[in-house]
């Protein structure tokens, strides 16, 4: 076990390094944010000034060198527009981005693992015809279309619930969340409910097709012949079973989520890491846009691993082949 945790953290600090030097080329030499950031009166004195000041009137290579020196300290550099280190930046936006990406986790669990369970079950029934086609058009629909519909139907005709922002924020153990008061839970329900359409529909397909196959599988069989009821057969048997493949692709997914909240938090004016990429691509600031992407890609890597751990401690097959490998 140890030897493949080693293994599994070797291969995710190569994925860094190799996406950090695709990040960082990617960003800088696209554009010249400099004319962004100096007045249009500036003479050529002032823009030289600006650049030396910037680090820009370096080769690309120098800054990438600079560029790990700082990340090996904590410093993904300072942003162009606010003058602030963009590590900074990204953490203050961070808490809002979390929690819309876990709240969406959760109902996409909470909703997606029972349809999906029970359309396995009952695969010929009308409802369960009724919830295939459902998760069909979850795959379908654009994300931003939905939103605007979402905000039409649950906010301006039924104000229900407001649209757009984070509202009020609780605290507890010194965190503080919109998820702890109900003015939060309110402006959180649709930017969430929206995210996590596409991840609903994944989880109903995952779940219905691991209860299809698993219902065939010679343990279920047995089981039955010994005189388990079917619930017990269907929650301590099947569930287990299936449930490797649900957590291995849900966690995955809860680093899409993070990372691809972008449209949603756009639309319903979400304070998040996506909204502010948004203004700093659009700003052409390229150090909150790299600290983003790489903090981005360290979620995915991270959450990668963590699967991988958990997938061995389910099913050791795993940790054999990679032995074997």
Avoid: C
Wanted: avoid cysteine.
């Amino acid at each position: 076990m140890t030897v493949f945790i080693i293994r599994r953290m070797l291969q995710a600090l190569l994925v860094v390094f190799l996406m950090s030097v695709i990040v960082f080329f990617g960003v800088n030499i696209v554009g010249d944010p400099i004319y962004m950031l100096v007045s249009p009166d500036a003479d050529q004195a002032d823009i030289e000034a600006a650049i030396a000041r910037l680090g820009l009137d370096r080769p690309i290579w120098e800054q990438y060198v600079m560029f790990l020196k700082g990340t090996a300290q904590g410093d993904l550099g300072d942003s162009f527009i606010f003058g602030e280190p963009a590590l900074k930046l990204i953490l203050h936006h961070m808490p809002a981005t979390m929690e819309l990406a876990f709240s969406s986790l959760i109902l996409a669990i909470v909703i997606g693992i029972p349809l999906g369970l029970y359309a396995g079950l009952y695969p010929d029934s009308r409802s369960s015809k009724g919830i295939m086609a459902a998760s069909i058009f979850g795959f379908s629909l654009p994300t931003f279309w939905v939103g605007l519909m979402l905000i039409m139907l649950f906010a301006v005709e039924l104000r229900w619930v407001p649209a757009t922002g984070r509202g009020d924020l609780g605290s507890f153990l010194g965190i503080q969340s919109s998820l702890l008061t109900l003015d939060g839970l309110s402006h959180i329900f649709l930017p969430a409910l929206n995210l996590a359409l596409l991840k609903i529909s994944l989880a109903i397909r995952l779940t219905r097709a691991g209860v299809r196959e698993a219902m065939g599988q010679d343990y279920v069989k047995y089981a039955r012949a010994k005189g388990l009821s079917t619930r017990r057969i269907i929650l301590v048997h099947v569930m287990k079973n299936i449930m490797i493949p649900v957590v291995t692709v849900m966690g995955l997914e809860f680093g899409s989520l993070i990372g691809f909240s972008v449209v949603t938090e756009t639309i319903f004016a979400w304070p998040g890491m996506g909204k502010l990429l948004i203004d700093a691509i659009l700003q052409l600031d390229r150090p909150v846009v790299v600290a983003y992407l790489m903090i981005i890609v360290l979620f995915f890597v991270l959450i990668n691993l963590i699967v991988d751990i958990l997938y061995s401690i389910l099913d050791p097959r795993v940790r054999l082949q990679d032995h074997g490998a």
